[in-house]
């Protein structure tokens, strides 16, 4: 069990050397293609960060363990949407724009929502998994046509926010900024697998359900390069790229990911509760709540999302 210790930490150090590559290839292509930060993070990161999501929920739908799958994307939502943007708000408070508030995250939340009354008759069907790869082709194009308009001069600075949020720039050519997206890409998902495969070989050791494995162990594992990619945005003052690939992976998880996984393998689920899916549900609600308030995400609720995921941990541990 000792390698299994080693190959973790590594995993864990390969994921955070990533994040900061990922970080400033993605602000770099940002800032040289015209295109807001947000929108960046909503596509581009998203979609590279939860790669790992995306391999284990494939695989072990494949492998005939849907629990695995299901939980790993309900798990790694919740750790998404409480715990990294807790702690990247901890970090340093987090800029939301209007787009962002009214269109981004009730669209997270419409997904989450899809899927928990999809889940109710505990399976995922083919019908099923063919609406999400439709409402995710329907948020990409939504999303892809803002990123048009917003390039525009006139329309980037018509809001002092989005301003402040792009003020820093760069000197880092196309080149190097792909390079290093794609360095970080790979560092990312290679550094998750790692992490996944021997902390799950420990898990299940020691007794522990799919369902739980892939709520808690293996959302954590394949969420690293979420919480990493984040804390590091936010701590640049990146918060579009920070709060972007947060909502950017929860679309992602929810509608492509079981969306392709159900259509190849439909899934019939068993330990994934409504308590879980409802906590994923809230936990969109609280972040749009926080978000709407004054367009920024303060210290202190961000301490308030890390708390709520730390008593549904704790619930879910109790329950072992």
């Keep these: ?7 973790f930490l590594i995993g864990i150090m ?10 400033d290839g993605a602000v770099g292509l940002a800032e040289r293609m015209g295109v807001p930060q947000i929108v960046i993070g909503l596509t581009i990161v998203a979609m590279g960060t939860s790669m ?8 072990s739908a494949l492998h005939g363990t849907p629990d695995l799958a299901v939980g790993n994307v309900v798990g790694s939502n919740i750790f998404n949407a409480l715990l990294i943007v807790g702690c990247a708000a901890a970090v340093s408070p987090i800029i939301i724009l209007h787009d962002t508030v009214k269109k981004d995250i009730p669209f997270a939340l419409v997904a989450s929502a899809v899927l928990l009354m999809m889940c109710m008759d505990a399976s995922i069907s083919r019908l099923d998994a063919g609406i999400l790869l439709a409402l995710f082709c329907f948020f990409m194009t939504v999303t892809i046509r803002g990123a048009h308009e917003k390039k525009t ?3 980037a600075q018509s809001e002092s926010v989005e301003t402040d949020v792009e003020e820093v720039r760069t000197t880092m050519g196309v080149g190097k900024a792909i390079l290093l997206t794609l360095l970080g890409l790979v560092c990312l998902i290679v550094g998750s697998n790692v992490f996944v495969d021997n902390v799950s070989a420990i898990a299940h050791t020691l007794g522990m359900s799919d369902a739980l494995i892939g709520l808690t162990i293996v959302a954590m594992g394949t969420s690293l390069p979420e919480l990493a990619t984040s804390v590091v945005a936010a701590r640049r003052g990146n918060s579009g790229i920070a709060i972007g690939n947060v909502l950017g992976s929860n679309v992602f998880n929810i509608l492509m990911i079981l969306g392709v996984t159900g259509l190849i393998s439909p899934m019939h689920i068993q330990g994934i509760t409504n308590l879980d899916l409802s906590v994923m549900v809230i936990s969109v609600i609280m972040l749009w709540f926080f978000s709407y308030t004054k367009y920024r995400i303060e210290r202190w609720e961000g301490g308030a999302l890390v708390l709520v995921f730390a008593a549904y941990m704790g619930w879910l541990l109790m329950a072992i």
């Design 14 to 23: 390969v994921v955070l050397w990533g994040a900061d590559r990922l970080t």
């Design 1 to 7: 069990m000792w390698m299994q210790i080693v190959l």
């Design 153 to 155: 001069p006139k329309n």
């Design 52 to 59: 790992p999501e995306f391999f284990v929920s494939f695989m």
